[in-house]
């Protein structure tokens, strides 16, 4: 880091003038609708799921990662979307943040990081992450949802879903494949669970 260079992280939803660009970054990597991850980062809150965004000279996103719990109020949490922008890779920002996301986790009590990933096992040995076996993760938000603002479309409010359609009718079912060949058309995705304790 030069003396022009001036690093932050923040969580995302104290900062949201970076949502976008935060979108934008983590779709070079992993394309997705915009929407889909305009989503996933305004879930981002003080107690988990947490998008933590890295910030240079206060105006440019270079990197995020995204912190979740595993079990709801439990001291494990998973660490995912962990991405640095290209142009500024190998010059020691992912630790940087990774290092950050653990103070982060660790303010919060949590005691147990855990992460999965396809080929960066290396980076993450040098962060002192260790291989271990795989866990079950949904993935999923245990907290009760905002209640949404008055747009017209809302939870159930006979109001407003007076003048909404019903759905349509779900779809037929289809017969279903032979195991066997549902299994051979399915890709095998290999991923390595780590984890490193943080207390
Ligand atoms: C993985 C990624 C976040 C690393 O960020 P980075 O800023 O380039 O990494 P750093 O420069 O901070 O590297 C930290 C340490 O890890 C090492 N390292 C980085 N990538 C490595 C790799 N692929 N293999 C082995 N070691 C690696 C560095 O040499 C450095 O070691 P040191 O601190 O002991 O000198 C970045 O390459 C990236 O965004 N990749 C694309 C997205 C991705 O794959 N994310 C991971 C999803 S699981």
């Given at each position: 880091m030069t003396a022009m260079e001036f690093l932050q992280v923040l969580p995302v939803h104290r900062c949201k003038q970076y949502?976008?660009?935060c979108c934008d970054l983590i779709n070079s990597e992993w394309p997705r609708t915009k929407a889909a991850r305009l989503q996933?980062?305004?879930?981002?809150?003080d107690i988990f799921p947490t998008s933590l965004v890295l910030i240079l000279n206060e105006e440019q996103v270079v990197g995020h990662c995204k912190l979740g719990e595993i079990r709801f109020g439990g001291d494990e949490i998973i660490i995912e979307t962990v991405v640095i922008h290209p142009d500024h890779r190998g010059k020691g920002w992912g630790r940087i943040l990774m290092e950050d996301a653990e103070e982060y986790?660790?303010?919060?009590?949590?005691k147990k990081i855990y992460l999965s990933?396809?080929?960066q096992e290396g980076f993450y040995k040098r962060l002192g992450y260790e291989i271990c076996k795989p866990i079950l993760y949904f993935?999923?938000?245990?907290?009760?949802p905002e209640p949404l603002e008055d747009n017209g479309i809302s939870n159930g409010d006979t109001k407003h879903s007076e003048n909404i359609p019903p759905p349509p009718p779900p779809p037929q079912s289809q017969p279903k494949k032979p195991i066997t060949q549902q299994k051979k058309n399915r890709p095998v995705v290999y991923k390595t669970f780590m984890?490193?304790?943080?207390v």
């Open positions: 949502v976008s660009d996933m980062l305004f879930m981002s809150c986790a660790r303010r919060k009590g949590k990933t396809r080929n993935g999923f938000c245990d907290r009760t984890c490193k304790t943080i």
